[in-house]
């Protein structure tokens, strides 16, 4: 598989690029042809189950949003110039797509978010803004001009729109004629403006990787920690002295707030198992079409030629704990003997699990276990293309 970063190495782009500041890599992917056609994206649009949203320019210059389903008449009337179509977790609908996550592997997969996908017309363009997240934009068809300012934060100003954040100004420090092939990574808050250009339409390809916020992370650890925190955990002041004022809340409270919260953190294990969890929540959980199935049903459609795959909505990622395993599955975690490692990598990693492939775990009884449990959980399903 060619180098997605040209001529720097991964270690390189970790130690100089990533977080840090964009790059620019002509010929990523030497003579790309985008996987999915104009049409077709426009037909995902069309599904009540896919997030899509369209972008126009107004007469005056203002842009609008409207989010999908569409439909096809709405598509058809679009004017011929300025709107930009953007389609959501196109990897979970198109192999073709998912396929392209495989050059991306010199970083961890849970990090990972979606492949969304943008149809331009000449003009297009959805405004000066900045993202939370790393992004890799892949020019699939078409070109487009890639300009670039200054890091933003939450003081930067904004425009006044109801339901686009868009930056009131960006200087612009650089800017790139993006061809087929060609890509251009952006770290987190860093200002940008795309625009599609040329007589054609363009598709660009935005690799997203998850940026959690600290409202989402400490929500979501606290829901975790507070199914399983025993009642007898308590604010405790046994060592209280006598107050000068009853009403003040004293200096002595946050020291016993802290020593009431620090083994929450310092219990790795379940800090792990928390985190494996959540990072793995799927972004469309109803996509996991979970099915009964047993050893016997297990061996018979391997046998007949069918194979296994991890779902396209499913997260899948594994860890070494103290005394073995966590593999994480969806939002779920199973606790595994270490033995079993070559395995999680062969789920986890593997695009298709055939009776080969599976032949020395399915004498297994843990191992077959675990394979009847992500199948019926619905983070593994059976195919046979």
Avoid at 66 to 91: I, M, N, R, Y
């Amino acid at each position: 598989m060619s180098n997605i970063l040209g001529r720097i190495s991964a270690d390189e782009f970790l130690c100089d690029y990533w977080q840090k500041k964009p790059l620019l890599i002509r010929k990523a992917l030497p003579a790309f042809i985008s996987p999915i056609s104009a049409d077709e994206l426009a037909g995902l649009a069309l599904e009540e189950e896919i997030e899509s949203r369209l972008v126009q320019h107004t007469k005056k210059g203002a842009l609008t949003l409207q989010h999908g389903p569409f439909s096809e008449e709405q598509l058809q009337c679009l004017p011929k110039t300025h709107w930009t179509l953007l389609v959501q977790a196109v990897d979970q609908f198109v192999p073709e797509v998912a396929a392209l996550l495989q050059h991306f592997a010199f970083l961890p997969r849970w990090r990972m978010d979606d492949v969304m996908i943008s149809l331009a017309a000449p003009g297009g363009s959805v405004g000066a803004h900045f993202d939370q997240y790393d992004v890799f934009l892949l020019q699939g068809a078409g070109v487009k001009r890639w300009q670039i300012g200054e890091r933003c934060d939450e003081a930067s100003t904004l425009r006044p729109h109801p339901s686009l954040k868009l930056l009131e100004h960006m200087q612009v420090t650089d800017e790139w004629l993006l061809e087929p092939g060609d890509m251009l990574y952006l770290p987190p808050q860093l200002a940008h403006c795309g625009i599609s250009e040329g007589d054609q339409l363009g598709i660009t390809y935005s690799i997203g990787f998850r940026a959690p916020s600290q409202a989402e992370v400490i929500t979501h650890f606290a829901d975790f920690f507070a199914q399983s925190l025993p009642e007898h955990a308590r604010y405790s002041d046994a060592d209280a002295l006598p107050c000068p004022d009853y009403s003040q809340i004293g200096e002595d409270v946050l020291p016993r707030l802290k020593t009431l919260l620090a083994p929450l953190l310092q219990d790795d294990k379940r800090l792990l198992q928390w985190f494996g969890q959540f990072m793995t929540e799927p972004r469309y959980p109803e996509r996991l079409f979970a099915v009964n199935c047993d050893e016997k049903s297990l061996i018979k459609q391997l046998k007949r030629g069918d194979r296994l795959r991890r779902s396209p909505s499913a997260r899948l990622a594994w860890a070494q704990s103290a005394d073995g395993l966590l593999l994480f599955a969806s939002g779920h975690s199973r606790h595994l003997p270490k033995r079993l490692q070559p395995l999680l990598t062969l789920i986890c990693q593997s695009p298709a699990l055939s009776a080969a492939a599976l032949a020395a775990w399915l004498i297994d009884d843990e191992a077959q276990q675990l394979l009847i449990a992500l199948i019926e959980q619905g983070s593994l399903e059976f195919f046979d293309e």
